[in-house]
């Protein structure tokens, strides 16, 4: 399932989209946006939508039996929500996760493309306490589990975890998973700062290399939120 029909396969950004999303950030407003608008399509949405077709075609394939939605950021802000900034975004992000309306509590692979970096990795943003509340009693329960994963994700080198912690520590698991234990939602990330990668299709081919070493996670925390959620229906 797409948000958009098919664009064609990903060639790259150009130094018009760095120079699109630099602009965006210093000028944001509607005078500056509107006559650039099609750069904008052509430089920037257009691209990142077909660099996440491609991913998402990539994960499909790897996760036949998955459900999955691709879903391609707007670049304007909800005008109830501006709080004072500019009417537009400075940057532009896909999400490719299970397809529900609230997907924050569940995990969601994402890349996302801004003036100064490039991000992608697999997120768990917004868990609610209670499916939080059943990860700690999973690692409790059945450490080898996620010990397993973690293991292998501290042998490689692209992907960090992030989060927040908890202000007071939940309990003690011992020093491989206290740190995953300790969070209150989960980001395994890959940032970098905007290089001659971008303008290349070889990007796709990054993330997409990048992506499925978090496949595992992925099917981790899914199993996690249909537990929780099937007991709670």
């Known amino acids: 399932m797409r948000d958009k029909e098919r664009t064609g396969a990903f060639a790259g950004y150009t130094q018009e989209t760095v120079d699109f999303l630099w ?5 944001n407003d509607r005078e500056w946006f509107t006559p650039r608008k099609e750069i904008y399509q052509r430089e920037l949405l257009q691209p990142t939508r077909a660099l996440g077709e491609q991913v ?4 499909c394939e790897k996760m036949p039996r ?21 009417p537009y975004k400075d940057h532009l992000w896909f999400s490719i996760s299970a397809p529900l309306e609230d997907w924050t509590g569940h995990p969601t692979f994402y890349f996302e493309i801004a003036p ?12 609610p306490p209670e499916l939080m509340a059943a990860y700690r009693r999973n690692i409790e329960d059945r450490p080898e589990v996620l010990s397993k994963l973690v293991r292998r994700f501290n042998r490689q080198t692209t992907f960090t975890l992030s989060g927040p912690d908890y202000a007071r ?30 303008f290349s299709p070889a ?21 996690l939120c249909a537990a929780v959620y099937h007991t709670e229906a």
């Open 116 to 127: 100064e970096y490039y991000s992608y990795g697999m997120g768990f943003w917004a868990p």
């Open 169 to 198: 520590a939940k309990g003690q698991v011992g020093a491989l998973l206290q740190p995953w234990y300790d969070k209150r939602s989960v980001n395994l990330e890959h940032t970098a700062a905007l290089d001659e990668t971008i």
């Open 203 to 223: 990007l796709a081919q990054e993330i997409i290399a990048g992506l499925d070493e978090l496949v595992p996670f992925y099917r981790y925390f899914s199993a």
């Open 56 to 59: 998402y075609e990539a994960l």
């Open 23 to 27: 602009g965006i950030r210093f000028n």
């Open 66 to 86: 998955e459900p999955l939605l691709l879903k391609v950021s707007r670049i304007y802000r909800d005008a109830r929500r501006l709080h004072g900034r500019g």
